[in-house]
């Protein structure tokens, strides 16, 4: 426990015990003074937890800020990756450029990059993300999968599914992945994912994988088109929650994915798919394609059966569901 800072073994004592903990204890268990033990408590406060002291009782934890703090997001946190190293920030101008300068400084696999408000969120083909504070989640994580560039897409897929699953978990809406990268309520947009790569000719050397989520947003924080988990339940609910599942569900999806490839976890997308078997324009390559959205191939490749029946895929784009 040496390099744990005291104010998380503070809480971490605080959450297991549930109850109240005499400052002699806290004090023995840590090897610190009552008024050490006083000065953290302090600064748990400044967090925004509420704990209270009673004499002859000692602390208790009451309340847990819903901020996206690495300790509440890591805490009793069963991954194998993902998530193992966790970074928060109040404010940065784009997780995802500061996971990218991360992993190119060796940062490890699975580390994820948060931020409580971005002032520059990107979003995919050069558009912005709106990433007011403390309403949504804005992460970025690293990986290091052994694939060839053109396989990256079903990273973003994968990513897709797992905020998906982990919103109907957590709140019980039907959520959609609309290929290739947005995760859909309602047909509204309340996730966004961008994934950018940094690699060779034939292998990559690592992916920022970049969600973006509306959790608690509010309609006037929204893009005319797009909603919120909160706008869509009609009650706020926990970033923490959605996050740990997020990262319990990516944790879950990616090792099967490095174990057994991409079929296992395509077999889910195309069931949550909210573009199968729709008709569908996606503008790709400077170019409209009109048609029905027959499949998604082995590699996340879009499969459009055009009017004059010939099937095109399509790698990527910006697609709109017609009906
Ligand atoms: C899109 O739908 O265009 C993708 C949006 C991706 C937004 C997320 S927010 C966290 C990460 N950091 C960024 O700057 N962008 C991604």
């Known amino acids: 426990m040496r390099n744990i800072p005291t104010e998380d073994r503070i809480l971490w004592i605080l959450k297991e015990k549930d109850d109240f903990i005499s400052?002699?204890?806290?004090?023995?268990?840590?090897?610190?003074?009552?008024?050490?033990?006083w000065k953290a408590i302090q600064r748990i406060k400044l967090l925004g937890y509420s704990v209270v002291a009673q004499p002859h009782l000692g602390y208790r934890l009451i309340e847990v800020p819903d901020r996206l703090i690495p300790f509440e997001l890591t805490w009793n946190l069963k991954t194998?990756?993902?998530?193992?190293?966790?970074?928060?920030?109040?404010?940065?101008?784009?997780?995802?450029?500061?996971?990218?300068?991360?992993?190119?400084?060796?940062?490890?696999?699975?580390?994820?990059?948060?931020?409580?408000?971005?002032?520059?969120?990107?979003g995919r083909l050069g558009r912005s993300w709106l990433s007011p504070a403390y309403?949504?989640?804005?992460?970025?994580?690293?990986?290091?999968?052994?694939?060839?560039?053109?396989?990256?897409?079903?990273?973003?897929?994968?990513?897709?599914?797992?905020?998906?699953?982990?919103?109907?978990?957590l709140t019980g809406l039907l959520s959609f992945i609309k290929w290739p990268n947005d995760v859909v309520i309602n047909s509204k947009k309340v996730c966004g994912i961008l994934t950018e790569m940094n690699a060779e000719i034939d292998k990559v050397n690592f992916l920022i994988v970049g969600i973006g989520i509306n959790v608690n947003s509010e309609k006037k924080d929204l893009p005319k088109e797009a909603s919120s988990i909160k706008e869509e339940l009609k009650q706020r609910i926990s970033r923490i929650e959605l996050a740990r599942l997020i990262l319990l569900r990516l944790d879950?999806?990616?090792?099967?994915?490095?174990?057994?490839?991409?079929?296992?976890?395509?077999?889910?997308?195309?069931r949550y798919s909210s573009t199968l078997n729709r008709r569908v324009k996606v503008h790709y390559l400077n170019r409209f394609i009109e048609g029905h959205a027959q499949d998604i191939d082995k590699d996340g490749a879009l499969l459009v059966r055009l009017d004059n029946g010939f099937a095109e895929k399509v790698f990527a784009g910006d697609l709109v569901n017609i009906r």
């Open 80 to 122: 194998k990756s993902i998530g193992k190293s966790v970074l928060s920030f109040k404010k940065i101008e784009s997780t995802n450029n500061t996971a990218y300068e991360l992993a190119t400084n060796g940062a490890r696999e699975g580390t994820v990059v948060f931020a409580e408000e971005q002032t520059k969120g990107k």
């Open 252 to 270: 879950e999806y990616y090792e099967i994915f490095k174990e057994f490839g991409f079929n296992p976890p395509l077999a889910e997308i195309k």
């Open 23 to 37: 400052g002699e204890e806290l004090s023995h268990r840590l090897g610190l003074s009552r008024m050490g033990i």
């Open 135 to 169: 309403k949504g989640i804005y992460m970025s994580v690293i990986l290091r999968p052994n694939i060839a560039p053109s396989s990256a897409p079903e990273l973003t897929l994968i990513a897709t599914l797992a905020v998906t699953k982990a919103i109907r978990e």
